[in-house]
Nanobody, 115 residues
Framework: VQLTESGGGLVQPGGSLRLSCAAS????????MGWYRQAPGKGRELVSI???????NYADSVKGRVTISRDNAKNTVYLEMNNLKPEDTAIYYC??????????WGQGTQVTVSS
C-alpha cells in the first residue's frame, strides 16, 4: 500500500486547511485510516482515525476544530482543519492500519500556522 498526501501549507492562525490522502493498493473494510502529526522536537501523536464504517476518534487537542472523513470508493481519507493554532504546526502523516502489526505511513505533509 502506498499513501499519497496533499493539502499542507502555510496558514494564518484561525485559518483552515484540508488534507487529503489517497491509498493505492488493496484496502480492506477492516483497515483503519487516519492522521498523525509530529511537531519539531516532539514525538508522533494521533490526530484522528476513522474506520471503514465511519467511526471516528479525535485527539483532545483538536476536538471541535478537526473533522476526518473517508471516501471508501476512492480509498481516500480527508482531514478538515479549522481555527488552526500555531501549536498545530507539524508534519502530518497519513496512516493505514491493517492489523496491530501491519501498518503503512505516507511521506508526510508540512502544516505551518503562523502570522
Amino acid at each position: 500500500v502506498q499513501l499519497t498526501e496533499s493539502g499542507g501549507g502555510l496558514v494564518q492562525p484561525g485559518g483552515s486547511l484540508r488534507l487529503s490522502c489517497a491509498a493505492s493498493g488493496v484496502v480492506f473494510a477492516t483497515d483503519v485510516m487516519g492522521w498523525y502529526r509530529q511537531a519539531p522536537g516532539k514525538g508522533r501523536e494521533l490526530v484522528s482515525i476513522i474506520s471503514f464504517g465511519g467511526i471516528t476518534n479525535y485527539a483532545d487537542s483538536v476536538k471541535g476544530r478537526v473533522t476526518i472523513s473517508r471516501d471508501n470508493a476512492k480509498n481516500t481519507v480527508y482531514l478538515e482543519m479549522n481555527n488552526l493554532k500555531p501549536e498545530d504546526t507539524a508534519i502530518y502523516y497519513c496512516n493505514i492500519r491493517k492489523s496491530a502489526y501491519n501498518q503503512y505511513w505516507g511521506q508526510g505533509t508540512q502544516v505551518t500556522v503562523s502570522s
